[in-house]
Every structure is written in structure tokens, then in C-alpha cells.
């Protein structure tokens, strides 16, 4: 089940150039480490390239998880990627063990990870993605300088803390195309819940929800049986929304 809902577009501050460069933009790239600017030219001719995207894990698991793996092989094959680019956060890598900490503080390093994947892939759409935490930290990151992101993947978006609290303040500072892929069981994240956020949102959203998923996206056998379907199925859907998600608003760039 899908839905998505248009709103605000993120505008051009007066960069637009004019004449026979009007679909020319010129971004930058910090290069990580070195403090030079690497100008990149995108122009109407890279509308078609194949997207960029890089793919941030959850807090409890590295990219070299079960779950990671599939996943970056189903966001490759349907978005016909020129590369997912996974990554360990540095609690995390190694084998390392450790309480992951706040999202915020996981920002720079992720960053640097983006930054160097866009100057060895230039010209192409960068699209953001994330699994729970990593996709929290990905909205941070979409948000930042020198990111020309052109769209976030939210999977399994934790909107509810631990606590309790609401963590929609990254959300509502957005200006790019946002589409989260829930499961209908999350606790971390109740649709209605969303729904009410999705709403007071600046970007172009979508939601997809996985029936009977949690927040893995993982649905009991009974449900599956209930509805003559498998797990495969189910998350062939999700990455198919997604995919078509991704090339209506690349379309529109």
C-alpha cells in the first residue's frame, strides 16, 4: 500500500542561470580531509544517469548484515544504482560492540562517506537511504552543506524514541523528496503517527507500508499465510514503490 502526497519544492536562491544555461547548476563538493572544492556542472544531460546511493545501516547491525546485504542488492537491481555504497559507522566497525550514540553526533562521519562517493561518481543523482537509525542520520546528512541530495529512502523510520518523544524535527526541515517504507506492526513508528507528520512536512512525500511488518519489515508466518503471500513478495513490492518513487521526482529535476 502506497500514498504519497506533493508539497513544497526546494527553489534555486537566485542561482538559476539564464538563456542556453538554463539547466545548468553549479554545485560543490567538499573533498573530505582536504578543504578543496570540487566544482561539478550538472546540466539536462545527466537526467537519465543512473542514481548514486548511499546506504546507512541501523543502529544494532553493521552493512555486513543479512539484512543490509539483501537489502542494498534489491535497492541496486531496481534502481539500476551505479553503486550502493554501505558503510560501518565507527561504533560499530571492526566487530566492535558499542551502545551506538546520539544520531547527531554520527553526522560528520557520514558526511565524509557521502562527499567522497559524489567525487567519484560526479554528475550523478544522489540518493540518500537508510535503515532505522541510519535512515534518521540520512535526513541529517540531506539536510547538510555541500549535499545535493535528490531524494531520502527512510526504511523502517524510527519516529518514536524510547522515551516516547516525537522525533520529527529533521523531518519538518527537509526540502527533498522523502519516501518511507513502514511496516503496519512498527511501534517505533505508528502510522497515524506519521500520517499527522507527513502532513507538516516541506517535501514531496510517499509512504509504503509492508502489512503486517515490524520494524524489520518482518511479517509473521500466520499473516503470510492469511494472505497467500511470502516475504519475498511483500518486500519486491516496497523496493518497486520505491523505485518508482525515486524516478518520478528524478524525472522532475
Not at 4 to 15: D, I, Q
Not at 73 to 78: D, F, N, T, V
Not at 161 to 170: F, L, Y
Not at 215 to 241: M, P, R, T, Y
Amino acid at each position: 500500500m502506497a500514498t504519497t502526497r506533493a508539497s513544497k519544492r526546494r527553489r534555486l536562491n537566485g542561482n538559476e542561470l539564464k538563456g542556453k544555461e538554463e539547466d545548468k547548476q553549479v554545485e560543490q563538493i567538499m573533498e573530505t580531509g582536504t578543504g578543496k572544492t570540487i566544482e561539478k556542472l550538472s546540466t539536462g544531460e545527466n537526467k537519465g544517469k543512473s542514481p548514486l546511493v548511499v546506504f546507512a545501516h541501523g543502529a544494532g547491525a553493521p552493512s555486513s548484515s543479512d539484512w543490509m546485504v539483501r537489502w542494498k542488492g534489491m535497492l541496486a537491481k531496481a534502481l539500476n544504482a551505479v553503486e550502493v555504497v554501505t558503510f560501518d559507522y565507527p561504533y560499530i566497525a571492526g566487530g566492535k560492540r558499542k551502545a551506538p550514540p546520539k544520531a547527531e553526533k554520527l553526522v560528520e562521519f557520514h558526511s565524509d562517506i557521502v562527499r567522497k562517493s559524489m567525487a567519484k561518481y560526479l554528475g550523478h543523482p544522489l540518493i540518500l537511504a537508510g535503515k532505522s537509525m541510519g535512515s534518521r542520520v540520512s535526513c541529517m546528512v540531506a539536510g547538510g552543506e555541500n549535499i545535493a541530495a535528490a531524494a531520502v529512502i527512510c526504511l523502517g523510520y524510527p519516529l518514536k524514541g524510547i522515551n516516547g518523544a516525537v522525533r520529527d524535527e529533521m523531518l519538518l526541515q527537509l526540502t527533498v523528496p522523502v519516501i518511507f517504507v513502514q511496516g503496519s506492526k512498527d511501534g517505533l513508528c505508528p502510522l497515524e503517527l506519521l500520517e499527522v507528520v507527513r502532513k507538516k512536512m516541506n517535501s514531496v512525500t510517499a509512504l509504503h507500508v509492508i502489512e503486517g511488518g515490524d520494524h524489520s519489515f518482518k511479517i509473521a508466518k500466520k499473516h503470510l499465510q492469511s494472505i497467500g503471500s511470502n516475504q519475498e513478495a511483500a518486500e519486491d513490492q516496497a523496493v518497486q514503490a520505491i523505485a518508482t518513487f525515486i524516478s518520478s521526482n528524478l524525472d522532475e529535476r
